[in-house]
């Protein structure tokens, strides 16, 4: 697939979020990435399903991208598609019951409530147990950093991790989208997009007065 920008909202000012969403689609952006954090599973809180919803309402043709940070993600399947949520991105880490079948079900519920199915893991996690589900899932979102925390440099792990995946994906003529998140930066999103992701999770990289918008965008998706 062609190179995608996803922008997560939450390097923003929250007392300017919605004028720089409005600025992010007026440029081209069409998948919004909202990280929710349950103080659990990440040291941290951040936002919630009424963020989806709102920017659905606004914005219907955007894709809301949900990056759940939570302990027992699928508790939460059925209150995010009612918020009109697109993808559903659950980290592989943060479900207690790692059985195969359990793993599964979760992936099925999540399609069964109309979203797409994106698992995620840390940098850290062999992205090689990720083999049973990876004919079922929409997606594969690899961290690029400790989940939970702008701000931090890119741990070198995710290349190969990516590298991993496209291959297996080549390899078993599968469909899933190889995503990243975390520490995409000027001097880092050319290796990852070599590497093999094809959705770059970006903060900081366009954090830019609205002129210099576009021109962050193009570099990552032409």
């Known amino acids: ?47 919630c399903q009424k963020f989806c919803q709102d920017i659905k309402a606004k914005y219907p043709n955007i894709l809301i991208d949900a990056h759940l940070m939570c302990i027992e993600p699928q508790r ?3 209150s995010f598609s009612n918020a009109k949520t697109d993808n559903f991105n659950f980290h592989y880490e943060a479900v207690t019951n790692k059985n195969e079948t359990n793993i599964l079900q979760i992936i099925q519920d999540i399609k069964a409530n109309k979203m797409k199915a994106v698992i995620a893991i840390n940098p850290e996690t062999n992205p090689q147990v990720l083999k049973p589900f990876l004919d079922q899932v929409d997606g594969v979102m690899c ?18 991790n990516i590298i991993w995946l496209a291959e297996y994906k080549k390899t078993n003529n599968l469909n899933f ?11 880092t999103y050319l290796k990852l997009k070599q590497s ?27």
């Open 196 to 222: 093999g992701a094809e959705v770059l999770v970006v903060g900081a990289f366009v954090n830019v007065p609205n002129s210099e918008l576009k021109t962050q965008i193009n570099k990552i998706e032409n």
């Open 76 to 78: 939460y399947i059925e």
């Open 143 to 160: 961290m690029s950093i400790k989940p939970g925390f702008n701000g931090q440099q890119l741990n070198d792990m995710v290349y190969d």
């Open 177 to 187: 989208f190889i995503q990243v998140d975390g520490g995409v930066r000027e001097n």
């Open 1 to 47: 697939m062609k190179s995608k920008v996803a922008v997560s909202i939450y390097v923003f000012n929250f007392l300017e979020v919605g004028n720089k969403i409005e600025e992010l689609v007026q440029a081209g952006v069409d998948w919004i990435h909202v990280d929710i954090m349950d103080g659990n599973f990440v040291n941290n809180y951040a936002l």
